[in-house]
């Protein structure tokens, strides 16, 4: 093979959308008169609130999904915030949440039928005070509150896609 198609070959390959899709658990962590809060926090090898199945790691050897939060509103049961945070692997000493590079879109999807509700341009998100990306927005709640069933335990389909 030449220089000229093996360049060709890693142009290609640097720029390949990645995907990975998971079943998200989220544990009712607060229930208070101001807030419920379901969020997936994963501690320490893999114990912590909430599960995810499979692991981000299986896809992107690199990164761990350290938190996922949502906050409801237990009165009008609206969303009023969200948040995902990032983790490198293997564990820095201490562990301190990060950017995903490359990471493109988070797609989640619906519980009762509806269609999926999608975030694109995820950088612009990242919030570098918290080292977490800000997810919330009033489409979202609003989406949130027709297509998300929550008890006890939140549990939905939840999508990313980042480039390489």
Known sequence: ?????????????????????????????????????????????????????????????????YNVTLAVDPNSMMLFGAALSFYNLPEPAPPASKSFTGLSRLIAHSTTGGSPFVINNMDSLFEPNSNSYNLFSEDLANWGYINLTAGPILDFPLELEWYE
């Open 1 to 65: 093979m030449g220089l000229s198609s093996k360049l060709v070959l890693a142009t290609k390959k640097a720029g390949m959308l990645i995907n990975w899709q998971g079943n998200v658990s989220l544990a009712l962590t607060y229930a208070g008169l101001d807030a419920y809060v379901y969020s997936y926090t994963r501690v320490y090898q893999d114990e912590g609130e909430g599960s995810l199945s499979p692991l981000l790691q299986t896809v992107k050897s690199d990164t761990q999904i």
